[in-house]
């Protein structure tokens, strides 16, 4: 049975909470808003599976990593795209790849006034709303059980989100169902905690006195690649 003695441990990827059978873990949680496994043992039968999907358990499965990698570099040609992504718009170009052919995309979305969760989507319109990075934690709420609900469907299923996030998800998909699943891990440093982004929201407002309408944690063609500026909408016009 999970049990998180450091919270260095757990990164909320919610695989333990999708794995039980017995709907004994629930994601909950701590002051900053990071979720982390809750067991109700009285639900537990102690069947060991939380443990061994965990990808920070020792006996994570590592046969996808390759020797060496190979790497690429690329970048949208449709610059439009570009200026819209917060790196090169690779995820674009994947995702539309994956449309295209009939699958579903996973990523980074918004709800509840600017909350980050995943999502699902099966069109562009849809998929649009993931482009951007959100320096937040994304909730994944029932996300990876979709997934796999998805790939027994027989879809494409493309998956981006943090390397640990992927990692989680990998494992509880399984081997056998790993063909016509595409991870996409993000470069990434670490995720802010979801309560730090919902305070400054409030601070933001309060001091405006407006609803924010539209955010950007970057937003590359009011300041460029090199700025590390959020940009906020009021409803009544302020930014
Ligand atoms: C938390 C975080 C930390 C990052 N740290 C670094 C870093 O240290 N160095 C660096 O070079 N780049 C960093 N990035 C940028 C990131 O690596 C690029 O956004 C990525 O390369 C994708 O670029 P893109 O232009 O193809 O797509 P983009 O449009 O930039 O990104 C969209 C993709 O990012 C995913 N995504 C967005 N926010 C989140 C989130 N909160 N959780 C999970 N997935 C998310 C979406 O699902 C979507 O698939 C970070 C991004 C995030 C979200
Ligand atoms: S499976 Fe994910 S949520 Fe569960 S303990 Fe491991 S890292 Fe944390
Ligand atoms: S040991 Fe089995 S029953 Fe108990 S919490 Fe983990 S997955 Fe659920």
Known sequence: MIEIKDKADCCGCTACASVCAHGAITMKPDAMGFLYPVVDRSKCVDCGLCDKVCAFNDNYDTDLNLPKPDAYAARHKDMHEVETSRSGAAFIAMSDYVLENGGVVYGAGYTDHFRVVHKR????EERDEFKGSKY??????????????????????????????TAGLNSYVGRRLREHLILVDIVCHGVPGPNLWRDYIAYLEKKQGDKICWVNFRDKQAFGWKAHRETFKFVNGGG
């Open 121 to 124: 989507a099966t069109t562009r």
């Open 136 to 165: 937040v934690q994304s909730d994944m709420n029932t996300v990876f059980r979709q997934v796999k609900k998805d790939l027994k469907d027989g879809l494409i299923v493309m998956f981006s989100g943090t390397p640990c996030q």
